[in-house]
């Protein structure tokens, strides 16, 4: 089964709207972490945002903002405000184990290509 | 949180030969992490490089085609060897690392590796 899922393949959105990234996971660990990253076409991968499975309070960043939803095991990431600059491939990761000292490495979802339409 | 720098940035390599990918983190680090990236794909983990041990590779990688050197806390290499077309990806190293208390992962620039 897939640890991480992410159903879209890509995204449209208009400058100055929000968008909503979908990303659900599959653990039976009680202790593990969410990330997401953003990759440009260069080829970096640039660190968003990051949830503990016990923050009980959504993460923010700036303009990034992470919908944790623990039942449903989802962790949506949501973009306020586009911008143009923010076109590039977006993956939701995952970290298990955090205290049973599982591995430690990210597993990743298959990404979300986002453009942002002027 | 760590910095990598990475290197080289990019690569065309002829089929069969070897290329060795360096990292070096501006902080002593207990684990690094090696992805490849084939196009058009998400990231796998390769293998976990701790100092002073011989990698834990995931399944689907042998240490014989990507030898992992881990010399100090601060350094490791990947090498590709007996390239062949399929090996066209990006290799990223990543260490796990923390700013502000909340855990992140810090990549390196990745290294863009054709094979000819």
């Known amino acids: 089964a897939q640890k991480i899922t992410q159903t879209q393949p890509g995204m449209f959105v208009q400058e100055k709207e929000a968008v909503t990234l979908d990303c659900t996971y599959d653990t039976s660990d009680q202790s593990y972490g969410l990330f997401w990253y953003k990759q440009p076409s260069s080829g970096e991968m640039i660190f968003l945002i990051y949830?503990?499975?016990?923050?009980?309070q959504n993460a923010t960043e700036g303009r990034y903002s992470l919908n944790f939803q623990k039942a449903r095991k989802s962790a949506n990431l949501v973009i306020s405000a586009s911008q143009l600059g923010d076109s590039a491939m977006y993956f939701c990761?995952?970290?298990?184990?955090?205290?049973?000292?599982?591995?430690?490495?990210?597993?990743f979802g298959s990404g979300t290509r986002l453009q942002v339409q002027p | 949180s760590a910095v990598i720098s990475q290197k080289p940035s990019r690569d065309i390599c002829q089929r069969g030969t070897s290329l060795t990918i360096q990292c070096q983190v501006d902080?002593?680090?207990?684990?690094m992490f090696w992805y490849r990236q084939q196009p058009g794909q998400s990231l796998t983990l390769i293998a976990t490089?701790?100092?002073?041990?011989?990698?834990?590779?995931e399944s689907g990688f042998v240490i014989d085609k990507f030898p992992i050197s881990r010399p100090n806390l601060t350094f490791s290499t990947l090498t590709v060897s007996n390239m062949s077309p399929e090996d066209s990806s990006i290799y990223l190293c990543?260490?796990?690392?923390?700013?502000?208390?909340?855990?992140?992962?810090?990549f390196g620039s990745g290294t863009r590796l054709t094979v000819v």
């Open positions: 949830q503990g499975s016990y923050d009980e």
């Open positions: 990543s260490v796990e690392g923390s700013r502000d208390r909340a855990v992140r992962y810090t």
């Open positions: 990761a995952m970290r298990e184990g955090w205290y049973s000292g599982g591995r430690r490495a990210l597993t």
């Open positions: 902080s002593q680090v207990t684990m």
């Open positions: 490089a701790n100092q002073g041990s011989e990698a834990t590779y």
